[in-house]
């Protein structure tokens, strides 16, 4: 509902309304009048692919500060396209083998959309953040080897601050329905991806599935 403000009021009050309007929207989704609300995943594997770690995304002044530190990641500087999906018909979570739709016991992209809704922030190093980006694999980051060669820990270790979203993606987060994932996975363990892994990519042909399939998820559950 939509109340009409008198011009004598001015603009002051005009901010004052959308703060409170923000700040009443999910109960306990925000703390304090700052509008700033935490989640934050435990990132779980997908496709037997071994990652796991942790995200959070602060919704803050109606911007994404995110952080994620996934492990276990396909190395030699693989990149792992990485999302926030949300979809208002999504269930909200990661994909388990049900998913599977087409039984060849992957799951890919798109398989998980009903479970965690389609790409909407697009968590790139640098440039455009929008779902457009969604596989520049050249602007995700890319997994690096932080272990030494018997106990290898290829690790993404992501932070990026004022990204940009859309307003149902803003209230899907601090709804706690939004869903982290990352995706890329070296099905045959070559140490790179390619066609004869999975073959090609739902999503884009021209890309193997191996970099795209999802190889951890997480529900970022409001804190
Ligand atoms: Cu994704």
């Known amino acids: 509902m939509r109340t009409r403000i008198s011009t ?40 037997n692919s071994g990652a796991h770690g942790s995200a959070t995304v602060v919704v803050k002044n109606g911007k994404l500060n995110v952080r994620a530190r996934v492990h276990g990641l396909t190395p030699n500087n693989a990149p792992h396209a990485q999302h926030i999906h949300f979809g208002e018909q999504a269930r909200h979570e990661c994909p388990t083998f ?36 969604g596989l520049a694999v050249d602007r995700m980051p890319v997994a690096r080897d932080r272990g030494h060669k018997h106990h290898r820990m290829n690790a993404i270790n992501y932070s990026r601050y004022g990204i940009r979203t859309q307003a149902d993606v803003l209230a899907g987060i601090k709804a706690g329905e939004a869903v982290y994932v990352i995706h890329g996975i070296d099905y045959n363990g070559n140490g790179r991806y390619d066609f004869n892994g999975a073959g090609r990519s739902e999503l884009d042909p021209s890309l193997p599935a191996e970099a795209t399939d999802p190889a951890a998820c997480g529900v970022l559950e409001v804190q």
Do not use: Q
């Open 98 to 133: 049900r998913d599977d739709t087409n039984n060849d016991f992957r799951l890919n992209t798109a398989e998980g959309l009903p479970a965690y809704g389609p790409i909407r922030v697009s968590l790139t190093t640098r440039g455009d953040t929008s779902p457009a980006s």
């Open 8 to 47: 004598s009021i001015g603009l002051t009050a005009l901010a004052v309304a959308s703060v409170a309007a923000v700040t009443a929207a999910p109960a306990g989704a925000t703390t304090g009048s700052s509008a700033r609300t935490v989640t934050k995943a435990h990132v779980d594997s997908l496709n």
